[in-house]
């Protein structure tokens, strides 16, 4: 099946600072979404981005898939931004379902 | 528009003991697809139900069962539980995988 890999796989931060979360698969895909766990679990949607640019606040994603790669972007970061982020891809190949990346766990120092 | 809604939130069960899980998707998804999280799998995929149909099957035992009804709620039901079963189980929706899927708070399962 395909593979995701995320890195960095733990990333420190004092807030403020900007980082950029990459996300890597190995076929092509028909959906690619990033998420934010929550400390409580729940999985928050940032962007759904097979491919292209979005941005949304200090948040912004890019996703070349024909080099089959996804960048997640953090500016200004802030204590609230901590948690683990997850990209999930849905293979181009009829199967509707997420596979999920390892995730990158971000803290924000104060 | 309410969320994607499971529940219950957290649960405690027996080990050999059944549990069911409920997942109540979008206004009008009619896709619904459940994930296990555990420390040392990460997120794998379950089941994905569009319609009533079992549509995808994860790579997991029989124990593990789902169904939808018309309504497209949808339940998870894992019989004769296993320690390694304690999880947190997520469930998504989807109006269309071209639009991405939007989960739940997740029901966090643990099997003494």
């Known amino acids: 099946g395909i593979q995701v890999e995320q890195s960095p796989p733990d990333l420190i931060l004092q807030e403020g600072a900007n980082s950029t979360l990459r996300c890597n698969f190995s076929?092509?895909?028909?959906?690619l979404q990033w998420f934010h766990q929550n400390p409580w679990g729940q999985l928050i949607n940032l962007f759904y981005?097979?491919?292209g640019t979005k941005q949304n606040g200090r948040l912004s994603a890019t996703t070349v898939a024909t080099e089959r790669y996804s960048l997640l972007y953090i500016s200004s970061s802030q204590t609230t931004d901590s948690g683990v982020y997850f990209c999930?891809?849905?293979?181009?190949?009829?199967?509707?379902?997420?596979?999920f990346g390892t995730g990158t766990r971000l803290t924000i120092i104060p | 528009k309410a969320g994607v809604t499971q529940t219950p939130r957290y649960l405690i069960k027996t080990r050999g003991q059944q549990v069911t899980l409920s997942c109540s998707p979008i206004?009008?998804?009619?896709?619904v697809s459940w994930y296990q999280q555990t420390p040392g799998q990460g997120l794998q995929f379950l089941f994905e139900?569009?319609?009533?149909?079992?549509?995808n099957k994860g790579n997991f035992p029989g124990r593990f069962s789902g169904r939808q009804f018309s309504n497209s709620r949808s339940e998870m039901n894992v019989s004769t539980l296993e320690l390694g079963d304690s999880a947190l189980y997520l469930c998504?929706?989807?109006?269309?995988?071209?639009?991405?899927?939007?989960f739940g708070s997740g029901t966090r399962l643990t099997v003494v």
């Open positions: 981005i097979p491919s």
């Open positions: 206004s009008g998804h009619r896709s």
């Open positions: 999930a891809v849905d293979p181009d190949f009829g199967n509707e379902k997420l596979t």
């Open positions: 076929d092509s895909v028909n959906n």
């Open positions: 139900y569009f319609s009533e149909t079992q549509r």
């Open positions: 998504a929706s989807s109006s269309s995988p071209n639009y991405g899927y939007t």
